[in-house]
């Protein structure tokens, strides 16, 4: 089992300046805070990192960014999907893969292909990534689930190691978690069904929160894979009284604007999305007053 990616990974947010370029200062500040506070393994260039608005050339630059300022040595999965294979199949071709643990690529979108494609999509990615692949279903972003018998499917695959799994169907999860390869690895797409998804044999999260509540999260995931889930839920049902902010104008609005209430990073956001809400803003300062 791939022990590097057990516990809390956090889905690392991509800083923007006000004119909307990168800012590898902040995104440093990040690094170093999150760094400091107990988490496993960092994510780039994911959902939550504003994927879907950066290039490639930019992306490529978070990416060696992260591995000259990586004071902790942590391991970083690296993010690409999307609904084009051909392109994500370039992609991971042509990227510098020093570094990186693992890709973390989300199920095709918006073309919404049928199980059969996706497995197809999958494999072909796998088969030319020189690292291995961690699937990502997430129904909510992608129009479409990947089923649990498609899941299954793919874990046959000796480059496919795991899945991030974020539906909220725990039937389908419990089909993964019953039907998997003892060696796969099923990891929580969602913050707050992380302690029930560990007690059914989940390994761990990729998380949202951790960008700012780093310490909060790896300590509830260290409590629940030691069992105590008495402990974890009590920082569970802590972390439920911010988490629906996290999403109620888009991800990462909310999170950005808890991580500028900190003084971490600024709060900007590329189109479609845009800054948080004044309502937002008083709501996220209630939590940290």
Known sequence: MHETLRGTGVALVTPFKKNLEIDFDGFKRLLDYISDNGVNYFVVNGTTGESATTNKSEKHQLLDFIRKNNKSNLPVVYGTGGYDTADIVEHVKDLDWTGTEALLSVSPYYNRPSQAGIIKHYEAIADACPRPVILYNVPKRTGANMKASTTLELAKHENIIGIKEASPDFGQIIDIMAGKPDDFLVISGDDMNTIPMI??????????????????????????????????????????????????????????????????????????????????????????S
């Open 199 to 288: 007690s059914l044999g989940c390994v761990g999260v990729i998380s949202v929160l951790a960008n700012a509540l780093p310490d909060k999260m790896s300590e509830m995931v260290k409590l629940a894979l030691s069992g105590n889930f008495s402990g974890a839920s009590k920082i569970l049902f802590e972390l439920n009284e911010i988490n629906p902010h996290m999403y109620s104008e888009g991800s990462p609005v909310g999170v950005k604007q808890l991580l500028s209430e900190m003084k971490i990073i600024d709060n900007y956001v590329r189109l479609p999305h845009v800054e948080a809400s004044d309502q937002l803003k008083e709501k996220i300062r209630m939590y940290i």
